[in-house]
């Protein structure tokens, strides 16, 4: 099976940088993707990591360690608009897309 | 292309009756999914389309729960006698099948079971 674990909740000021960080369980594995997700809106995507490093995409970047099973999305100057959940998502055997638990992001003022 | 759609935004329902949902994904997209998101949860996935190939079913879900995509265009999820666990919000996206990791969400089709 596949088995994904986020925190929960994470809260950060307004122009800081913050990590969420996603461990990972799975059968089968060819990358690591990242959506955001606004109460009542539907997840839009973020990243994908399907090798190890970081992937820089504006003021978000997203790193995976395949030996570790191990990945975390960095956002850096957050701002308001930003407070959302943010999901990790493996694709994993047969194209299958396993979603974490999520990570529930406040930014204050 | 106007992206994922799916119909209806919003479903009230009585327990015991039947619903059915229906997605049409974005045109060039071969794969299609189905979720169930509840609130402060991930989307759970239920079942996965290739074309017309459903490819993998959750073993989480019961048999009232089936999914068609007859000509690898749009697809429909049917729920048989509705219970009150039911109530959730069903997602539906789709994809390339290059391995981009890149799903294309609709809105979803929101389900309350009285």
């Known amino acids: 099976g596949q088995s994904l674990e986020q925190p929960s909740e994470v809260t950060a000021v307004e122009g800081a940088i913050v990590q969420i960080n996603c461990t990972y369980q799975?059968?089968?594995?060819?990358?690591l993707s990242w959506y955001q997700q606004h109460d009542g809106g539907a997840p839009t995507f973020l990243s994908y990591n399907a090798l190890d490093g970081l992937e820089e995409t504006g003021r978000f970047s997203s790193f995976l360690s395949r030996s570790d099973s191990y990945g975390y999305l960095l956002l850096q100057e957050l701002q308001m608009k930003d407070s959302a959940s943010y999901f990790c998502?493996?694709?994993?055997?047969?194209?299958?897309?396993?979603f974490g638990t999520g990570t529930k992001l406040q930014v204050i003022p | 292309d106007t992206g994922v759609s799916q119909d209806p935004r919003h479903k009230i329902t009585k327990r015991g009756q039947n619903v059915t949902f229906r997605c049409d994904p974005i045109?060039?997209?071969?794969?299609l999914y189905w979720y169930r998101q509840t609130l402060g949860q991930g989307p759970e996935f239920l079942t996965y389309?290739?074309?017309?190939?459903?490819?993998?079913k959750s073993r989480l879900l019961s048999d009232r729960f089936s999914a068609e995509r007859p000509k690898g265009s749009f697809s429909t999820l049917e729920i048989q006698r509705t219970e009150q666990g039911d109530s959730a919000m069903y997602l539906c996206?789709?994809?390339?099948?290059?391995?981009?990791?890149?799903?294309?969400f609709g809105e979803g089709s929101r389900l309350t079971v009285l």
């Open positions: 998502a493996v694709l994993g055997g047969y194209q299958k897309v396993t």
């Open positions: 045109s060039e997209h071969n794969r």
């Open positions: 996206a789709s994809s390339l099948e290059v391995n981009t990791g890149e799903l294309f």
């Open positions: 389309f290739q074309n017309e190939a459903q490819l993998e």
């Open positions: 799975t059968s089968g594995f060819y990358g």
